[in-house]
């Protein structure tokens, strides 16, 4: 399940890249093998110079809606199959952002009662695999660089964008020193080494239009 949420995701990326007749690479996994999901995501590699500001936000945006597309269906199966009226036990639990709380009051699983945090010996394999597909698709959305928010703030915003994520970098950073939290010290490395500020594209004057905006 977790291979199919990452898969949609990436295809949603080339097939966009396809459509735009930008040089990219096929979808490639990247093992991690001692991360609790096995996985650091998947990734396509791509000459992004050649798109104009248009053809960089529906590939940077493609990859989330597309992997949203199996990652919800799979979280509301796995949802179904909680069953959270067991003791709660086990060396870690999941935290739980709005949608699946949202999810949760509309599928009333078992024993549900407001929870906040699932136990690991209340999770189930699709529900975990959902809860890493929307995981992947918040890293994937921060704003900076060559992220699909990356993509996505500087057609929005141009070179101002670059600003925008020279501040969150600088959030995220501060949230990590003073919060002491350590989960995110390998996403936030990683996006130091791309660089925070993306690359102009082949027409950055191209118009947006009010629904790619809104969306």
Same mark, same amino acid.
């Given at each position: 399940?977790? *291979? ?5 995701h990436?295809m949603?990326?080339?097939?966009a890249?396809?459509?735009?007749r ?9 093992p991690?093998?001692?991360?609790? +999901?096995?996985t650091?995501?998947a990734?396509i590699g791509?000459d992004?110079r050649q798109?104009d500001?248009?053809?960089i936000?529906?590939?940077g945006?493609?990859?989330p809606l597309a992997?949203l597309?199996?990652?919800?269906p ?6 179904q199959?909680l069953?959270?009226?067991g003791?709660?036990?086990g060396?870690?639990?999941v935290?739980?952002?709005?949608? *699946?709380?949202?999810?949760l ?9 407001g929870?906040e945090?699932? &136990? ?11 809860w @890493?597909?929307?995981l @992947?698709?918040?890293?994937?959305m921060?704003? @900076? ?6 993509? *996505? ?5 141009s070179r ?5 994520? =020279?501040?969150f970098m600088?959030? &995220? +950073? ?7 939290? @350590?989960?995110? +010290?390998?996403?936030v ?9 993306h690359?102009?594209t =082949?027409d950055?004057?191209?118009?947006l239009?009010?629904? =790619?905006?809104v969306?």
């Amino acid at each position: 399940a977790v *291979i199919a949420i990452l898969l949609s995701h990436e295809m949603g990326h080339f097939l966009a890249t396809v459509y735009y007749r930008i040089p990219a690479s096929y979808p490639m996994f990247l093992p991690f093998p001692v991360s609790p +999901i096995g996985t650091l995501g998947a990734l396509i590699g791509m000459d992004g110079r050649q798109a104009d500001r248009k053809e960089i936000y529906d590939i940077g945006i493609a990859g989330p809606l597309a992997g949203l597309v199996i990652a919800i269906p799979v979280l509301c199966m796995g949802i179904q199959q909680l069953d959270l009226s067991g003791t709660a036990s086990g060396p870690w639990a999941v935290a739980l952002p709005p949608l *699946i709380q949202m999810l949760l009051s509309v599928f009333e699983p078992a024993g549900f009662n407001g929870n906040e945090t699932i &136990a690991f010996s209340q999770l189930n394999p699709l529900f975990m695999a959902g809860w @890493v597909g929307l995981l @992947v698709t918040a890293l994937n959305m921060m704003p @900076v660089s060559q992220l699909d928010g990356g993509h *996505i703030l500087y057609a929005l915003t141009s070179r101002w964008g670059h600003w925008l994520s =020279r501040g969150f970098m600088v959030f &995220a +950073i501060a949230y990590l020193v003073f919060a002491e939290n @350590v989960t995110l +010290i390998l996403m936030v490395a990683l996006v130091l080494l791309m660089g925070t500020d993306h690359p102009p594209t =082949r027409d950055d004057p191209v118009r947006l239009g009010w629904f =790619r905006t809104v969306l």
